[in-house]
T-cell receptor, first 115, second 114 residues
């Protein structure tokens, strides 16, 4: 069964500081990996995705993530956080069953940004 | 392109009442998902449709939850009767049928059961 662990429930960083959100996954084959962001009262917005190829992927809003197969990790990074980045971040792992994609989410990391 | 549309945005009901949610996916997206997101948790898949057929409903509490996707486009999710623990945000998502495509989410329906 596929699963995702986000070990940090809540992270606080100062505006302008760097950010790293951790994500570990369990999947029986080569996974599809995603990071989504959710602002209060909103749905989930895709930040970036990894399917294959270059293990460092770039996303929107200046975010990037690195796929490390040996560590089963897909950590999200941003070199300089902005106050508007405060939100909930979800890592997800998925695969293609031959008929459709199946996606499993982690429990999320809430990011607070102090000015 | 227009996004995934959901209605209503908010719903408050008493326990044992029934409620229905509606979702209109992005045009051309064959796959439709209903997720339940309880406060403080990640979204949990309830049911997944491919066109108008069910792909996965293993985590749907079938004694009280039902969903349909007639004509392979719009979908409705129903709860009858509701319990207090059903209070959550119900998210609808859609995607094209091929594997390397992310899910596109609607803004969700926040259900409060009192």
């Amino acid at each position: 069964a596929q699963s995702v662990t986000q070990p940090d429930i809540h992270i606080t960083v100062s505006e302008g500081a760097s950010l790293e959100l951790r994500c570990n996954y369990s999947y029986g084959a080569t996974p599809y990996l995603f990071w989504y962001v959710q602002s209060p009262g909103q749905g989930l917005q895709l930040l970036l995705k990894y399917f294959s190829g270059d293990t460092l992927v770039q996303g929107i809003k200046g975010f990037e993530a690195e796929f490390k197969r040996s560590q089963s990790s897909f950590n999200l990074r941003k070199p300089s956080v902005h106050w508007s980045d405060a939100a909930e971040y979800f890592c997800a792992v998925g695969g293609y069953t031959g008929t459709a994609s199946k996606l499993t989410f982690g429990t999320g990391t809430r990011l607070q940004v102090t000015l | 392109e227009a996004g995934v549309a959901q209605s209503p945005r908010y719903k408050i009901i008493e326990k044992r009442q029934s409620v229905a949610f509606w979702c209109n996916p992005i045009s051309g997206h064959a796959t439709l998902y209903w997720y339940q997101q309880i406060l403080g948790q990640g979204p949990k898949l309830l049911i997944q449709f491919q066109n108008n057929g069910v792909v996965d409903d293993s985590q749907l509490p079938k004694d009280r939850f039902s969903a349909e996707r007639l004509k392979g486009v719009d979908s409705t999710l129903k709860i009858q009767p509701a319990k207090l623990e059903d209070s959550a945000v119900y998210l609808c998502a859609s995607s094209p049928p091929w594997g390397d495509s992310p899910l596109h989410f609607g803004n969700g329906t926040r259900l409060t059961v009192t």
